[in-house]
């Protein structure tokens, strides 16, 4: 327990992480994704050059090791439903997030 304890400090105390939340606390507002984001390179800076276990880089900066290994996938069809959007959105038509949503789904077979 102690060790863990005294890891984490040897950890936090080298990162900028302290100087950051000093300055959202002082009444900077810093978005929570960017501000979580700056602590996953933290702890992946930590990970890659102090050598510790993922556990206890993801405790000493406070996220969440769920969050520190996800990464988004995007599908290759994203691109294809934007042009389908954007062609929809462009005719005389006037159509709603509503309708567009069920042509694509129930007419051109996206799910």
């Not at 960017?34 to 102090?50: C, M, N, S, T, V």
């Not at 969440?64 to 996800?70: I, M």
């Not at 995007?74 to 954007?86: G, P, Q």
């Amino acid at each position: 327990m102690y060790v863990d304890m005294a890891m984490q400090n040897e950890l936090v105390k080298g990162s900028p992480r302290k100087r950051v939340m000093r300055q959202s606390i002082a009444g900077r507002v810093l978005c929570s994704n960017i501000l979580r984001g700056f602590l996953r390179e933290i702890a992946r800076y930590a990970i890659d050059e102090r050598g510790v276990s993922a556990a206890l880089a993801c405790c000493a900066f406070w996220i969440s090791q769920r969050y520190f290994r996800y990464v988004p996938l995007l599908a290759d069809e994203n691109k294809e439903i934007e042009d389908w959007l954007i062609a929809l959105n462009k005719a005389p038509k006037n159509l709603g997030f509503g309708l567009c949503y069920l042509y694509l789904r129930n007419i051109k077979g996206f799910i």
